[in-house]
Nanobody
Framework: QVQLVESGGGSVQAGGSLRLSCAAS????????MGWFRQAPGKERELVAT???????YYDDSVKGRFTISRDNAKSTAYLQMNSLKPEDTAVYYC???????????WGQGTQVTVSS
């Protein structure tokens, strides 16, 4: 059982920055893919970015060039640095972890990000 705890959400004005953190309880954290998802009111949850064990990353086009996903395997923590935030980035952000080839994902509780214009 992997437990994930997100932190770092908040309210910022457009153009501002926030850094989200996701601390994992799993001691084999380095073997898991980490991902950030978000869900805006009235919309489905969508993938924002992922990072594999040794650092290969993926970004949705909507955040490419503005967001950076990273991980510190020694601290069992993943991060999402969000720059040049836009009002449309407003959502609850969730981190998730999973192993490649295994359909089940572990989820954090979510953290609210609000960007005002």
């Amino acid at each position: 059982q992997v437990q994930l705890v997100e932190s770092g959400g908040g309210s910022v004005q457009a153009g501002g920055s926030l850094r989200l953190s996701c601390a994992a309880s799993e001691r084999t954290f380095s073997t898991y893919v980490m991902g950030w998802f978000r869900q805006a009111p009235g919309k489905e949850r969508e993938l924002v970015a992922t990072i594999k064990s040794f650092g290969a990353t993926y970004y949705d086009d909507s955040v490419k060039g503005r967001f950076t996903i990273s991980r510190d395997n020694a601290k069992s923590t993943a991060y999402l640095q969000m720059n040049s935030l836009k009002p449309e980035d407003t959502a609850v952000y969730y981190c998730a972890s999973w192993r490649i080839g295994v359909p089940y994902k572990y989820w954090g509780q979510g953290t609210q990000v609000t960007v005002s214009s």
